[in-house]
């Protein structure tokens, strides 16, 4: 019983201090990690989130042939092939949406192959 009621105090004073430290209205910058995998068709996921000023972390995975990841008014433009993943770090210094697409040729459905990095706005 001690023990149980220790343990949730401790976990109140967790809770309490992460509060504090990630203070909604000004998030320090941080390093976002995606694995984004490549199918025929589409990429999952088709979305990443960021704030301004973070750093994102791409790894692509070629889930049946080649694929690539390149964004939209960014240097950035890698090539994963089946085990091979590729990777990128890019800071997100926009607000808004960039699309993301493919830049292998990888079948008839390449052209449908994209996605979008969304970055809010850091107050
Ligand atoms: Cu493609």
Not at 65 to 84: C, L, Q, W
Request: aromatic share 8%.
């Amino acid at each position: 019983m001690l023990a149980a009621r220790v343990l949730l105090t401790g976990l109140a004073a967790l809770a309490t201090s992460a509060a504090v430290s990630t203070s909604p209205s000004r998030p320090a910058p941080r390093r976002v990690d995606v694995v984004i995998e490549g199918h025929f068709g589409s990429f999952a996921p088709t979305e990443i989130k960021a704030n301004y000023g973070d750093t994102i972390h791409v790894t692509l995975k070629a889930m049946d042939s080649a694929h690539g990841f390149r964004v939209e008014g960014k240097n950035v433009d890698i090539t994963a092939y089946p085990g091979m993943p590729a990777e990128a770090s890019f800071v997100a210094d926009w607000q808004g949406g960039r699309e993301w697409f493919c830049t292998f040729e990888c079948g008839p459905q390449h052209g449908t192959m994209s996605g979008m990095v969304v970055v809010q706005k850091r107050d």
